[in-house]
């Protein structure tokens, strides 16, 4: 590509010595800036990182289950010097091929903020049962409790203006990051925000680390408290969680 894309890519990383160079030098080519955030890495992610050209934040902090996956992302958007923002992870799962398709789309939606859905699967593509299934009921929670059709509440790419992240309060530092800048947009009426169907690949080096089952029941109950947190108490006094209205107000909630 002659001209690049003027966004900033941001990569949350944590071990991914392995392959960060190859997704480095694949996102430099089409986008301006490529931020590599490293989060207490013990293999050589920063250095690896670094000479293959990315810009490299280092972000100490942790949640107490020890994940800086939030802390890192919210710190490398907040750094980002273009105006869109696309977030993507380190492990080589997510289609930089597509984000020029994605910014299009942005541009022809004129949205704030687009997130991309690695669902439904394209032919030949994996994703184990059990996260999809995971996935799936997520995504039904957060069609009950806020009335959005959400396509994947947990995909850790999403396209952002950097003028709408202040209004966008992230508190989460850990997993839980990735739903609560969806639901932050979803339930802000100056947000606008679409979906966009990517592609997923999986992951050709490095091992998973993710405690499946913990970090599941961590999004379960945050996905429910932040809804309780944000349009009630007022609403749940009278209300029962479930009853229609309940979820006619969610709806209202919809941009
Ligand atoms: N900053 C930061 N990044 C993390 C942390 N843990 C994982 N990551 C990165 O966050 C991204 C997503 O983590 P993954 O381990 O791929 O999690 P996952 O996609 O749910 O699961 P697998 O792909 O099966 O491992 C990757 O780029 C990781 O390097 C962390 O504690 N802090
Ligand atoms: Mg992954």
Redesign the pocket.
């Known amino acids: 590509m002659k001209n690049k894309l003027n966004i900033s890519l941001v990569?949350?990383?944590?071990?991914?010595a392995e392959g960060i160079a190859l997704l480095v030098k694949k996102a430099l080519k089409i986008a301006a800036e490529v931020i590599v955030?490293d989060?207490q890495s013990t293999d050589k992610t920063a250095l690896v990182a670094k000479k293959a050209g990315a810009r490299v934040i280092k972000?100490p902090r942790?949640d107490k289950l020890g994940?800086?996956?939030g802390y890192?992302l919210t710190r490398g958007m907040k750094a980002a010097k273009h105006e869109i923002v696309v977030t993507l992870?380190?492990?080589g799962?997510y289609p930089i091929d597509q984000i020029e398709a994605t910014l299009n789309f942005m541009g022809r939606k004129n949205v704030d903020m687009l997130l991309c859905s690695r669902f439904p699967l394209v032919d030949g593509q994996a994703i184990s049962w059990w996260r999809q299934l995971g996935v799936w009921l997520l995504n039904t929670q957060v069609r009950l409790f806020y009335g959005y059709d959400m396509q994947d509440i947990l995909s850790?790419m999403w396209l952002v203006k950097k003028s709408v992240l202040s209004s966008l309060k992230l508190n989460e530092g850990g997993w839980n990051l990735s739903p609560e800048i969806k639901l932050a947009a979803i339930m802000n009426q100056k947000i606008s925000i679409d979906q966009f169907h990517i592609h997923h690949y999986e992951?050709e080096f490095g091992q998973?680390?993710?405690k499946l089952v913990i970090t599941g029941l961590e999004h379960l109950w945050f996905i429910f408290a932040y809804r309780v947190r944000h349009l009630l108490p007022v609403r749940l006094k009278f209300t029962p969680l479930f009853s229609i209205k309940f979820w006619k107000s969610a709806r209202e909630v919809r941009v």
């Open positions: 990569i949350p990383c944590r071990n991914e955030v989060n972000e942790v994940i800086g996956y890192s992870d380190g492990d799962t850790g992951r998973s680390k993710q």
